[in-house]
């Protein structure tokens, strides 16, 4: 492969509480996450069951909050915006200054991510390669952005606050569909990923079998399971995430 890629990464942090205007720290809290579980570094990893230890893999992603802007001034990389909207949906105001959102920085240079109060129970949601330029990028809930283990100075959502939302929608981003296909028992296009039933919930004993697997892969990021419980990217998911970044990819001026 090319070697490890290092993403610029710029956070929109969209305010109408105080509560929802989360810190530097907890924002850097959920750089960290990123950078262990894209890198294999979570101690986690070593949960999984032995059937897949030999999938775990290291994807060779790392992030680092942006060091300069679009006009090349020197930059946090972290934006705190008072909004006036209290709720967003997946209508994609939050990336619009004119909404009340913000707008993006390049899309083809900085993956944005933006932290807001998302309504109706969502946690996250990702636009995949080749969307539209000025909503690329990645929404995720203010109290599940972070991570409690690494900065326990924030709100956060029961079962979700271990920064692995981020991790999910950063995959769905780099090109990664739900493991189980989006269908019953379908297809993710990745090999090494077994076919399962459907979505996984709460923390699954190992194996539920379904689709005449040997175990659903419950514990990859691409499920649903609680963040305790996810844990690993496959060697397939990260061969797919990386063909984004050769040559005449959709991520390859990054
Ligand atoms: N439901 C969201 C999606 O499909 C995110 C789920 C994240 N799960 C988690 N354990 N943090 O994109
Ligand atoms: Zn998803
Ligand atoms: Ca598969």
Same mark, same amino acid.
């Given at each position: 492969?090319?070697?490890?890629?290092?993403?610029?990464?710029?956070?929109?942090?969209?305010?109408?509480?105080?509560?929802?205007?989360?810190? +530097?720290?907890?924002?850097?809290?959920?750089?960290? &996450?990123?950078?262990? +579980?894209?890198?294999?570094?979570?101690?986690?990893?070593?949960?999984?069951?032995?059937?897949?230890?030999?999938? &775990?893999?290291?994807?060779?992603?790392? #992030?680092?909050?942006?060091?300069?802007?679009?006009?090349?001034?020197?930059?946090?990389?972290?934006?705190?915006?008072?909004?006036?909207?209290?709720? $967003?949906?997946?209508?994609?105001?939050?990336?619009?200054?004119?909404?009340?959102?913000?707008?993006?920085?390049?899309?083809?240079?900085?993956?944005?991510? $933006?932290?807001?109060?998302?309504?109706?129970?969502?946690?996250?949601?990702?636009? /995949?390669?080749?969307?539209?330029?000025?909503?690329?990028?990645?929404?995720?809930?203010?109290?599940?952005?972070? @991570?409690?283990?690494? /900065?326990?100075?924030?709100?956060?959502?029961?079962?979700? +606050?271990?920064?692995?939302?981020?991790?999910?929608?950063?995959?769905? $981003?780099?090109?990664?569909?739900?493991?189980?296909?989006?269908?019953?028992?379908?297809?993710?296009?990745? *090999?090494?990923?077994?076919?399962?039933?459907?979505?996984?919930?709460?923390?699954?004993? #190992?194996?539920?079998?379904?689709? @005449?697997?040997?175990?659903?892969? *419950?514990?990859?990021?691409?499920?649903?399971?609680?963040?305790?419980?996810?844990?690993?990217?496959?060697?397939?998911?990260?061969?797919?995430?990386?063909?984004? /970044?050769? *040559?005449?990819?959709?991520?390859? *001026?990054?």
């Amino acid at each position: 492969t090319a070697g490890t890629v290092i993403i610029p990464v710029v956070v929109h942090v969209l305010y109408n509480t105080a509560a929802q205007n989360i810190s +530097d720290a907890q924002v850097q809290s959920q750089i960290d &996450v990123l950078n262990e +579980d894209f890198r294999k570094l979570n101690a986690d990893a070593n949960n999984t069951p032995a059937q897949f230890a030999g999938l &775990v893999a290291d994807a060779n992603v790392q #992030f680092v909050l942006a060091k300069r802007d679009p006009n090349g001034a020197a930059t946090t990389g972290v934006i705190h915006k008072l909004t006036k909207v209290n709720s $967003w949906g997946t209508n994609d105001a939050m990336k619009n200054s004119k909404r009340g959102g913000d707008n993006a920085w390049d899309t083809s240079k900085y993956l944005n991510l $933006w932290a807001c109060n998302l309504g109706q129970g969502l946690l996250g949601y990702a636009q /995949f390669p080749g969307g539209s330029a000025s909503t690329d990028g990645v929404v995720i809930l203010y109290s599940a952005f972070g @991570s409690r283990a690494k /900065f326990s100075g924030g709100t956060y959502t029961t079962t979700y +606050d271990l920064g692995r939302t981020a991790t999910h929608e950063v995959g769905h $981003w780099l090109n990664l569909r739900h493991i189980w296909g989006d269908a019953s028992c379908g297809t993710d296009q990745v *090999s090494d990923t077994p076919t399962q039933q459907t979505s996984n919930y709460g923390c699954p004993a #190992f194996p539920h079998v379904t689709c @005449s697997n040997s175990g659903d892969m *419950s514990m990859n990021y691409m499920d649903y399971t609680d963040d305790k419980c996810m844990y690993m990217f496959s060697t397939g998911q990260s061969t797919r995430m990386n063909a984004l /970044f050769a *040559s005449g990819g959709a991520r390859a *001026s990054l």
